[in-house]
């Protein structure tokens, strides 16, 4: 019985994210930045012909160049302007690798073209930034949105459906883990490394860079309700390594009839990207993208799952942003990687910070 119920969830999760069929042309994009490591995650992406890179935007010369020469790409879709690229070249969409900082300057330059953005996590580095970018995006009309690596993961999307379904009642507590031994410990890149420990720049140190993993998920899984209020504690444990950003933080939201428990590192042991969902009746551990767990009720033992990965376009941010922009598939209501999610995203990020700093309990409006 319990594995055709599990056969039968899975079965509607698959339908419930509405396969689209393709054959619209390939979306050009243009890259803008190429600081940010993830940048791999798209010009090392197989050649699927849903994306096609038109123009890369980098100041930094010698970093083109390395990048140019890693990919084998053509000289003549590089430039060290947005300005300078738009003489020759119109996207259809950016993809934004640079600092988050930037990822203001960024919309200000495109929206008004009605060129669609994407950002990595998280969407801005303050709340005032975050609302002027929605100002932007809403009134010339784009899409912008977010990319986080856990969106893409099975195991989070069946655990959202499994909620959604009631199957362990009520949500009461949420616990993410997100980070790892630290930027600088895993080898980040140095171009990378220089703005992601610059609290200008980031907005922040872990608090930012991995913070912001567990307010996404949350935020989506309590259907885009804001927290009554956050407190923080937020600590430099490596100061000889990060002297100018935490490190290590600790984030509390406060539900009227749950709680979130965001635990962002630089210090893990191990890196991991983990949630557990506790409810009225049971609990959903995501241990990563492929292994999930579950207890329906006290009486039941233990559930363990092997999942594989998603769906095109489900399984990629490009595909995905490519599927959303030629209107194969639509944005969800607070979804992860939609804007009303990440303004709230945002807003605690910047509670959190200012709960560290002040020691006190902020609450939101």
């Not at 798209?42 to 970093?63: F, H, P, Q, S, T």
């Not at 999307?157 to 949420?174: C, N």
């Not at 031994?181 to 990378?192: A, C, D, L």
Request: hydrophobic share 40%; charged share 25%.
């Amino acid at each position: 019985m319990k594995i055709k119920s599990f056969l039968i969830l899975i079965i509607s999760f698959i339908s419930f994210l509405q396969i689209p069929t393709y054959g619209s042309k390939p979306l050009k994009i243009a890259i803008i930045g190429l600081s940010h490591s993830h940048v791999h995650g798209l010009l090392g992406r197989a050649n699927i012909g849903d994306v096609e890179i038109i123009a890369i935007v980098e100041k930094d010369i010698e970093l083109s160049k390395r990048m140019a020469k890693d990919y084998n790409l053509p000289n003549e879709i590089f430039f060290t302007s947005s300005e300078e690229m738009l003489k020759s070249k119109m996207p259809d969409a950016v993809a934004a690798f640079g600092s988050i900082y930037d990822h203001l300057n960024v919309v200000k330059t495109f929206a008004p073209l009605g060129i669609h953005v994407m950002v990595e996590k998280p969407l801005a580095v303050s709340l005032e930034h975050a609302k002027e970018m929605k100002k932007l995006a809403d009134k010339n009309n784009i899409h912008l949105i977010t990319n986080y690596e856990t969106t893409w993961y099975p195991t989070n999307q069946l655990a959202y459906k499994m909620v959604d379904s009631a199957k362990i009642g009520e949500l009461r507590k949420l616990v993410v883990h997100d980070g790892h031994q630290g930027p600088k410990e895993i080898g980040v890149n140095k171009e990378f490394l220089d703005w992601l420990t610059d609290p200008v720049l980031n907005g922040g140190g872990a608090v930012t860079d991995f913070g912001c993993y567990g307010a996404d998920l949350v935020t989506w899984l309590m259907k885009g309700v804001k927290p009554i209020s956050v407190t923080a504690v937020t600590q430099t444990i490596k100061p000889e390594i990060y002297s100018k950003v935490d490190d290590e933080a600790t984030i509390i939201l406060k539900y009227s009839n749950a709680q979130a428990i965001i635990q962002a590192s630089w210090n893990w042991p191990i890196s991991r990207k983990d949630i557990e969902i506790y409810g009225q009746s049971g609990y959903i551990i995501c241990d990563n993208k492929f292994d999930l767990r579950y207890r329906l009720n006290e009486r039941e033992t233990e559930n363990r799952k092997k999942l594989t990965e998603l769906p095109k376009p489900y399984n990629d941010p490009f595909s995905f942003f490519a599927a959303m922009i030629n209107g194969e598939i639509k944005l969800q209501p607070y979804d992860l990687s939609s804007l009303e999610t990440n303004i709230i995203v945002v807003e605690i990020l910047d509670a959190a910070k200012l709960s560290s700093k002040t020691g006190k309990v902020v609450y939101l409006k």
